[in-house]
Each structure stands twice: as structure tokens, then as C-alpha cells.
């Protein structure tokens, strides 16, 4: 299991494995999916967008979803992994007919009220491109590259209450259960991630 702690590095070994999975024929029908994890404040965005970048100067196609868009609200976690798990399907490209485009449901944060529907636009990403998934719960769905970032708790903490301020703060405990708890339901596909990526502390 490779460690990285360059987005460099991960970005030029993702271009290495499409570039594999291409001239296996293993995407002739659909995109590259990868999918990037890890809790709270790891850096999960911050990642996705590097490496969405390099793959772009790379001259591939990419495409960026996250997760955190599914999340209905603070308890919503178990249920945005489900609506993942069924997403992440639909880029499997196993040549039979895909039926409409899949859609999802987003969340206002403001008023508390689901939005959408909205249309899963990666599924109608054109075979051999890479999309990129984050958020906490990536891993659970179908993958080709699985990558979970590890940071530790305090450091995590800081990070994510720099970003959202006093917004976050009250709900971070909340939040951190719901992690904990996906991580042990699955702590099967956690245990056997292909890539691990660990971020400065900065």
C-alpha cells in the first residue's frame, strides 16, 4: 500500500494506474473513479482540487464530486453514504443500458431544507475520463483508487474550525460519531484502501 505526501506524487501515480487500467480495455465503457476519503478537516477538498489540476495539465478529462453536497444536514452521513453507494454504480460502465441519468438531493444549510433534484453529472462523464469523488464515506461506493488521507484528531480539529468557525463548532462531536461509526461498519474497505495520504500539519 503506497503512502504519499506529495499531491504531486499521488497525481502522477493516478495518471500511471488510469493509463493501466486504459490499455487493460478496463474503461472502455465508462470513467475512472477515485475515490478520496478521510475525516473532518484531513484536507479532503483541499487534495481533490490539487490533483484535479495536475490531471487537467496532464491533458485528461476530470470531473470533481463531493460528497459533502449529499449531506442532509448534521445526521445525515449514514444516508449521503447510501445515496453514494447507489451513485457510484452508475459509473461502473458495464456496458449494459445505464437507464436515465441517476439524480441526488442537496441540502441547504441556511434554511434546513433538501434541494433538488439535481442530475449526477458524472455519469455522463465520457468513458476513459477520471472522476474524482470526496468526502467522508468515498470509499464505501465502487472505486477503481481508493485514497484515504490520515491526520491526526487535533490537528483535524483546528483545520476544520479554522474554516468554518463557530458554524462547525458546536456540531463537531456530532459529526465525529457519525465517522466513527462509519468507519467501523466498514472498517473492512478502510483496512484495504490502496493509497494512503499524509498531509503536512500546515
Not at 22 to 32: E, F, R, V
Not at 145 to 163: F, N, P, S
Not at 173 to 196: F, G, K, M, N, P
Request: glycine share 10%.
Amino acid at each position: 500500500m503506497p503512502t504519499f505526501t506529495s499531491a504531486d506524487d499521488l497525481g502522477s501515480f493516478m495518471l500511471e494506474a488510469h493509463a493501466q487500467a486504459t490499455q487493460l480495455g478496463k474503461l472502455a465503457q465508462g470513467p475512472y473513479l477515485v475515490a478520496i476519503d478521510g475525516r473532518s478537516g484531513s484536507g479532503k477538498t483541499t487534495l481533490a482540487r490539487q490533483i484535479q489540476d495536475i490531471l487537467a495539465t496532464a491533458g485528461t478529462t476530470v470531473e470533481l464530486f463531493h460528497l459533502e453536497d449529499l449531506y442532509q444536514g448534521w445526521d445525515g452521513l449514514a444516508q449521503a453514504v447510501q445515496t453514494w453507494q447507489e451513485l457510484a454504480l452508475s459509473l461502473t460502465g458495464d456496458g449494459t443500458d445505464p437507464g436515465p441519468t441517476p439524480l441526488w438531493y442537496g441540502w441547504d444549510w441556511q434554511s434546513g431544507q433538501a434541494t433538488g433534484p439535481h442530475i449526477f453529472t458524472p455519469a455522463q462523464a465520457p468513458a476513459g475520463s477520471i472522476v474524482l469523488a470526496e468526502g467522508v464515506g468515498a470509499l464505501c461506493g465502487t472505486h477503481d483508487l481508493g485514497v484515504l488521507i490520515e491526520l491526526d484528531t487535533l490537528t483535524r480539529k483546528d483545520r476544520a474550525l479554522i474554516r468554518d468557525g463557530d458554524t462547525y463548532r458546536p456540531y463537531w462531536d456530532r459529526w465525529a460519531l457519525q465517522e466513527e461509526a462509519l468507519y467501523s461498519h466498514y472498517r473492512h474497505i478502510y483496512h484495504a484502501v490502496q493509497v494512503t495520504y499524509r498531509p503536512t500539519s500546515s
